[in-house]
T-cell receptor, first 111, second 112 residues
Framework: RKEVEQDPGPFNVPEGATVAFNCTYS??????FFWYRQDCRKEPKLLMS???SGNEDGRFTAQLNRASQYISLLIRDSKLSDSATYLC????????????FGSGTQLTVLP | DADVTQTPRNRITKTGKRIMLECSQT?????MYWYRQDPGLGLQLIYY???????NKGEISDGYSVSRQAQAKFSLSLESAIPNQTALYFC???????????FGEGSRLTVL
């Protein structure tokens, strides 16, 4: 089983739609969680960290469910510019390897 | 100018050739990383370094070597390139174990 698993998609949604992605992690020692965004053929960039109580940044909401070992990303009022691949990233406590990346979920927002 | 710069950005080479990918950063971060990305796979860690005298293997270090020439410079070498090393390579930096990673723009390597 992969340490971090994501539905690869693609998710094709119309502009203005709400879309949600989940990411599951296998190691209960995971302590920090992030969503990165990667545009086609570009470098990944941090979208947002995920806090235990959940957090929001504009149209983006991230949540953590430690009991079920998953994190989620909700995008409201999708824009064409939201089209990208969203990478789930997990830091495992005590891991010298630092961060483990999921393979990403591809989102296309259609006009 | 980019804070994390990778050279070359694109390289086509032949099997058996030695290749070096270079990374330099102006962020002043001690931690530097080399990742590899293949289609449909997550980023895989090749090597990482927490300071100039510290080098650590990642998940997929076989066939690769690195050199940390200075705090700001971290290079990745393929001593004898093979076709399955064709991939997109990213250098990244950070200033803490759980902090944000800052990536270079990537080096696309094709081994024929």
């Amino acid at each position: 089983r992969k340490e971090v698993e994501q539905d690869p998609g693609p998710f094709n949604v119309p502009e203005g739609a709400t879309v949600a992605f989940n990411c599951t992690y296998s190691n209960s020692a995971s302590q920090s969680f992030f969503w990165y965004r990667q545009d086609c053929r570009k470098e990944p960039k941090l979208l947002m960290s995920v806090y235990s109580s959940g957090n929001e940044d504009g149209r983006f909401t991230a949540q953590l469910n430690r009991a079920s070992q998953y994190i989620s990303l909700l995008i409201r009022d999708s824009k064409l510019s939201d089209s990208a691949t969203y990478l789930c990233v997990v830091n495992i406590r005590g891991s010298a390897r630092q961060l483990t990346f999921g393979s990403g979920t591809q989102l296309t927002v259609l006009p | 100018d980019a804070d994390v710069t990778q050279t070359p950005r694109n390289r086509i080479t032949k099997t058996g050739k030695r290749i070096m990918l270079e990374c330099s950063q102006t962020k002043g971060h001690d931690r530097m990383y080399w990742y590899r990305q293949d289609p449909g796979l997550g980023l895989q860690l090749i090597y990482y370094s927490f300071d100039v005298k510290d080098i650590n293997k990642g998940e997929i270090s076989d066939g690769y070597s690195v050199s940390r020439q200075a705090q700001a410079k971290f290079s990745l070498s393929l001593e004898s390139a093979i076709p399955n090393q064709t991939a997109l390579y990213f250098c990244a930096t950070s200033n803490s174990p759980t902090g944000e990673l800052f990536f270079g723009e990537g080096s696309r390597l094709t081994v024929l």
